[in-house]
């Protein structure tokens, strides 16, 4: 599911473009949120350095009747990168951690792995060597107790990392989780709880913490996409294994607050230089990509979305003007049905000035899960047709006939290998990340690989069973 983040993310600076948006927010909201099918949405912006405009619409929950403020606490998904980020430079400025040094040298599980010559630098801007792949592919493995950051980075140990480190940028969550753990070691603290005495409180964010296995009254509650609706997630509990790369839980006044320290030029959670350095481009392998942060030196943006199982977010900053916003969506997006991708762009274009045109049409990613969709139901309609064809099936003789046959089981076995083995890391993650995700998606890719060997096999059936009885 994170390269369509990272896809989404790199093409922000793409789509803010052509004219300046006409309109205020409030009527954007207002035409843009029922194509959405966002329950709701809250918005915060800062222009001077001060929180300008803040807004809400919509409900907790959709049909309920618990209306969300800008206080409303949200999961900001990979928004929770550029906190993670944060919380190292703060420990690199204390001189607890190096950013040059190898990985190896505070974790002690990767000496000897095939990753032990990773940088913290390249974890931080994502030129590691990990894929997109790699880090979504266990992404809905976030279960677990307060060693659940120790247990992910000896999984991740293990592994081979897809290109070799420092020479290509590719967007993953490994990086995280394992900035996640150095921060654990290094510290001597939990996660959340470093992250809370040492960003949130200093920042005033009253409203915000992170993800610790509970669930939590008055949070906004995450809607996933489900056949061209939204449908709440039952299960509310947030979770320790996803709190470094997406599990920092925010409100939007909170997050003005943020952004507002991000960009004052002043030394306080982190020095002003450090602040700087996060927000350029981190080398030349990573010219688009800071510490925690997208950088768009063109327009001059700093900017991150997130996305987690039934939220996703969108928090912007132009430092050199001190302005900028964030907007919080309590629903992920289908494919080309209910994206919310528009709505976040719109806003944060209509906020802080940037030309905006909207997106391009959405008919083939619209038509593709139709198609997909509709899959399984052909395959049923052609097992039925196959029962009332099954004297013609029985017929078939000789080569040619016996190829007929045989041959949709071949084709079938191979598309259902194409869809489940090959489908999904053109999404960058695993069948089970894109149920988490997307679980109409998760549900009709299964379904159209199987129920088409099945209707190879009962077309076989059908024709031979015919046989047998006639000799």
Same mark, same amino acid.
């Given at each position: 599911?994170?390269? @369509?983040?990272? @896809?989404?993310?790199?093409?922000?600076?793409?789509?803010?473009?052509?004219?300046?948006?006409?309109?205020?927010? %409030?009527?954007? @909201?207002?035409?843009?949120?029922?194509?959405?099918?966002?329950?709701?949405?809250? /918005?915060?912006?800062?222009?001077?350095?001060? #929180?300008?405009? $803040?807004?809400?619409?919509?409900?907790?929950?959709?049909?309920?009747?618990?209306?969300?403020?800008?206080?409303?606490?949200?999961?900001?998904?990979?928004?929770?990168?550029?906190?993670?980020?944060?919380?190292?430079?703060?420990?690199?400025?204390?001189?607890?951690?190096? #950013?040059?040094?190898?990985?190896?040298?505070?974790?002690?599980?990767?000496?000897?792995?095939?990753?032990?010559?990773?940088?913290?630098?390249?974890?931080?801007?994502?030129?590691?060597?990990?894929?997109?792949?790699?880090?979504?592919?266990?992404?809905?493995?976030?279960?677990?107790?307060?060693?659940?950051?120790?247990?992910?980075?000896?999984?991740?140990?293990?592994?081979?990392?897809?290109?070799?480190?420092?020479?290509?940028?590719?967007? %993953?969550?490994?990086?995280?989780?394992?900035?996640?753990?150095?921060?654990?070691?290094? &510290?001597?603290?939990?996660?959340?709880?470093?992250?809370?005495? =040492?960003?949130?409180?200093?920042?005033?964010?009253? =409203?915000?913490?992170?993800?610790?296995?509970?669930?939590?009254?008055?949070?906004?509650?995450?809607?996933?996409?489900?056949?061209?609706?939204?449908?709440?997630?039952?299960?509310?509990?947030?979770?320790?294994?996803?709190?470094?790369?997406?599990?920092?839980?925010?409100?939007?006044?909170?997050?003005?607050?943020?952004?507002?320290?991000?960009?004052?030029?002043?030394?306080?959670?982190?020095?002003?230089?450090?602040?700087?350095?996060?927000?350029?481009?981190?080398?030349?392998?990573?010219?688009?990509?800071?510490?925690?942060?997208?950088?768009?030196?063109?327009?001059?943006?700093?900017?991150?979305?997130?996305? &987690?199982?039934?939220?996703?977010?969108?928090?912007?900053?132009?430092? %050199?003007?001190?302005?900028?916003?964030?907007?919080?969506?309590? $629903?992920? &997006?289908?494919?080309?049905?209910?994206?919310?991708?528009?709505?976040?762009?719109?806003?944060?274009?209509?906020?802080?000035?940037?030309? /905006?045109?909207?997106?391009?049409?959405?008919?083939?990613?619209?038509?593709?899960?139709?198609?997909? $969709?509709?899959?399984?139901?052909?395959?049923?309609?052609?097992?039925?047709?196959?029962?009332?064809?099954?004297?013609?099936?029985?017929?078939?003789?000789?080569?040619?006939?016996?190829?007929? #046959?045989?041959?949709?089981?071949?084709?079938?076995?191979? $598309?259902?290998?194409? @869809?489940?083995?090959?489908?999904?890391?053109?999404?960058?993650? &695993?069948?089970?990340?894109?149920?988490?995700?997307?679980?109409?998606?998760?549900?009709?890719?299964?379904?159209?690989?199987?129920?088409?060997?099945?209707?190879?096999?009962?077309?076989?059936?059908?024709?031979?069973?015919?046989?047998?009885?006639?000799?």
């Amino acid at each position: 599911m994170r390269r @369509i983040l990272t @896809i989404l993310a790199l093409a922000l600076s793409a789509s803010l473009q052509a004219s300046v948006p006409s309109g205020s927010i %409030s009527d954007f @909201i207002d035409d843009e949120m029922p194509a959405s099918g966002a329950p709701g949405l809250v /918005y915060a912006v800062v222009t001077d350095g001060e #929180l300008a405009e $803040a807004g809400a619409r919509g409900v907790i929950k959709a049909g309920g009747d618990d209306a969300l403020t800008p206080d409303t606490p949200f999961i900001i998904g990979s928004v929770s990168k550029s906190f993670t980020a944060l919380a190292v430079m703060q420990l690199v400025e204390a001189g607890k951690v190096e #950013l040059d040094a190898e990985l190896s040298q505070d974790l002690t599980e990767f000496s000897g792995s095939p990753s032990s010559a990773i940088t913290i630098r390249q974890l931080l801007s994502h030129t590691s060597g990990f894929s997109t792949y790699q880090g979504n592919v266990s992404h809905n493995n976030v279960e677990g107790g307060d060693d659940v950051l120790a247990h992910q980075a000896a999984q991740i140990a293990k592994l081979s990392p897809d290109s070799a480190p420092g020479t290509k940028w590719e967007y %993953s969550n490994n990086n995280y989780k394992l900035l996640g753990r150095l921060i654990e070691v290094v &510290s001597g603290q939990d996660f959340q709880s470093y992250v809370k005495a =040492n960003i949130l409180e200093p920042v005033g964010m009253t =409203n915000s913490f992170v993800a610790d296995g509970k669930s939590h009254d008055g949070m906004a509650i995450g809607h996933r996409p489900w056949f061209g609706s939204k449908r709440p997630l039952s299960d509310t509990k947030t979770h320790r294994g996803s709190a470094p790369q997406g599990g920092t839980i925010a409100s939007a006044n909170d997050l003005a607050l943020y952004m507002q320290m991000m960009m004052n030029g002043e030394d306080d959670v982190l020095s002003a230089e450090g602040k700087a350095a996060m927000m350029s481009p981190a080398s030349d392998v990573s010219p688009f990509y800071g510490l925690g942060w997208f950088i768009d030196t063109e327009q001059g943006t700093v900017s991150h979305s997130g996305s &987690s199982p039934g939220f996703e977010a969108l928090a912007t900053m132009v430092p %050199s003007q001190n302005k900028g916003v964030v907007v919080l969506v309590n $629903a992920g &997006s289908g494919i080309g049905f209910g994206e919310t991708i528009q709505l976040r762009n719109g806003v944060t274009a209509r906020a802080i000035g940037l030309d /905006y045109a909207g997106e391009a049409s959405r008919f083939w990613q619209k038509a593709m899960f139709i198609g997909l $969709a509709l899959l399984p139901v052909v395959y049923l309609l052609c097992m039925a047709w196959a029962w009332r064809q099954r004297a013609k099936l029985r017929a078939k003789s000789g080569a040619f006939g016996q190829f007929s #046959l045989w041959f949709p089981l071949l084709t079938t076995i191979v $598309a259902a290998g194409f @869809i489940v083995f090959v489908v999904p890391k053109f999404f960058g993650a &695993s069948m089970a990340t894109i149920r988490l995700f997307q679980p109409d998606t998760g549900l009709i890719l299964p379904a159209a690989a199987v129920l088409g060997v099945l209707w190879a096999v009962f077309r076989l059936g059908v024709a031979y069973s015919g046989k047998a009885k006639a000799n």
